[in-house]
């Protein structure tokens, strides 16, 4: 069992910027994958951005690439989500997930996921 929780959300104007961070329970931290994840009121929960347990590997939504950077710290068993140039549209809240094993895109491969932390983008 994994517990996580987010913390780091807020409210920031447009051009700004936020870190995200996920506190992971457990002592095999570096054996799960982890994602980022966000839904926006009235829209589905989509995908984010996401890393490797090495750390080696991440992947992004294209509506981030570029602004946003995922990182982990094994040692202090959390991960991070970098949030720069934000736009209105980044309003949401923000999910972090775990998978056990390799690197997933798809929400239903993960097995793990915290309460989410509220992100306001204002215009």
């Known amino acids: 069992q994994v517990q996580l929780v987010e913390s780091g959300g807020g409210l920031v104007q447009a051009g700004g910027s936020l870190r995200l961070s996920c506190a992971a329970s457990?002592?095999?931290?570096?054996?799960?994958?982890m994602g980022w994840f966000r839904q926006a009121p009235g829209k589905e929960r989509e995908f984010v951005a996401a890393i490797s347990g090495s750390g080696g590997n991440t992947y992004y939504a294209d509506s981030v690439k570029g602004r946003f950077t995922i990182s982990r710290d094994n040692a202090r068993n959390t991960v991070y989500l970098q949030m720069n140039s934000l736009k209105p549209e980044d309003t949401a809240v923000y999910y972090c997930?775990?998978?056990?094993?390799?690197?997933?895109?798809?929400?239903?491969?993960?097995?793990?996921w915290g309460q989410g932390t509220q992100v306001t983008v204002s215009s």
């Open positions: 457990g002592r095999t931290f570096s054996f799960y994958a």
């Open positions: 997930a775990a998978n056990w094993g390799t690197l997933k895109v798809a929400l239903h491969e993960y097995d793990y």
